[in-house]
């Protein structure tokens, strides 16, 4: 088989659509894929012009990108540190083009399908590896169990975040699938290892597809709507006993979240792993630079907008970034940035309601129920114009973009 016969294979494209997801786990290896859509995007672009970027769901796709591109490119102008801010614009069209190549790919139904179960069958081995290190101390790769379970990921907080953002493709496709039963099981063995994941802010996410899934199910039918509710808190509850009771490092997150209910600032901030701080230095920030201090800009001015005997400078460690999408999106890119962001969402909400009744399910469903955990305000979150995290964002979006029905 040669190149040209290698490249035309449905098989060959749907596992380039699907390598992002096959190689987060190891760091920076998934954007090899990354790069091969690039520069496969940009051959396409030359030869097809105006279409390849402006044509079917290419066009919502590309008007979302630039409400995030263009208020990041005039936050340059104010940009605390140029050089890492600038490094990070210059990255960001490698998203675009590869989220491009996704859409032009996924428009072959046998692509489609293909990717979408490639997907949902790398999220269940995501969960099985991740309950097997759980269980007996090492995954199917070799790795042991650190401070939470971290499944086939180099690094330990990515497992907990990513899971419950993907996790609606593995149910989604268990739903369509396979049968009742082992859908029971999915999900069951799914919120165990989101649990074991011990990122607090995964476990909102995970709540949010669910509930976003519970709403679902409301619009057709109350009766089904309540025993769905009825099975996820069963589940959700025994899971989370059995995580309490003989995993104890999932019993040390659990624990450090108790101080929450307090309801006064130590306990919140206690709770919120001394949060507090960084948001009050974010909103300092906000208000003495409304056009944005530049993308990843925020640890860099931190100490001269926190507040005296701040917590974290007296510790000598600057925050990354604002730990909060929308503190974060403000912070670096500006008033405008906030603006574009959910000018962005507003579309990407609007264009996924206007779409038939037959195509809001599969690869839709689970890929907008992915973005709405990705971008619920109420929770704190990973870096937005990180490499990783931008990556499994842009990702996230350009596939919920490829399984629209497209304009007519």
Known sequence: MNFRSLAA??????WLVAGP???????????LPMGIMTLWAAGLWMRQGKAFVWGGNARLFSIVFLLFIVPMTLALLHAVELPRALNTVLTYPRLYLAGLFIIYALQDEQVRKLAFRICAYLVAFWVVDGLIQATFGRDLLGHAYPSRVTGP???????????????????????????????????????????????????????????AYWFMYLRHSRARAL????????????????????????????????????????????????????????????????MG?????????????????????????????????YLEVTVESGFLGLAGLVAALALLWRAGRQQPGNARRGGLIAFGFGLLALYFPINTTMAIYSAGYSLLIWWVTAMYCAYMSGPD
């Open 9 to 14: 294979s449905p098989v060959f494209r749907a």
């Open 21 to 31: 997801l096959l190689l987060m786990p190891i760091g920076r290896m998934s954007e």
């Open 153 to 211: 990921f180099l690094k330990g907080l990515a497992y907990g975040v990513f899971l419950p953002v993907l996790a609606p493709i593995l149910l989604e496709y268990a739903r369509l699938h396979w049968p009742r039963w082992l859908l029971g099981v999915s999900f069951v063995l799914l919120t165990g290892a989101v649990l074991l994941g011990g990122s607090r802010a995964g476990w909102i996410m995970y709540g949010i597809v669910l509930a």
């Open 227 to 290: 025993a769905l509710a009825a099975a996820m808190i069963a589940s959700a509850a025994l899971s989370g006993v059995v995580a309490y009771h003989y995993a104890p490092k999932f019993a040390e997150r659990v624990n450090a979240t108790l101080p929450l209910f307090q309801l006064d600032y130590r306990g919140i901030d206690e709770a919120s792993a001394e949060r507090l701080p960084i948001w009050r230095t974010a909103i300092n920030m906000i208000e003495a630079n409304p």
């Open 293 to 325: 201090v530049g993308p990843r800009g925020f640890r860099f001015a931190y100490d001269r907008y926190a507040a005296p005997g701040d917590f974290w400078v007296a510790r000598g460690q600057d925050p990354t970034h604002p730990h909060q999408l």
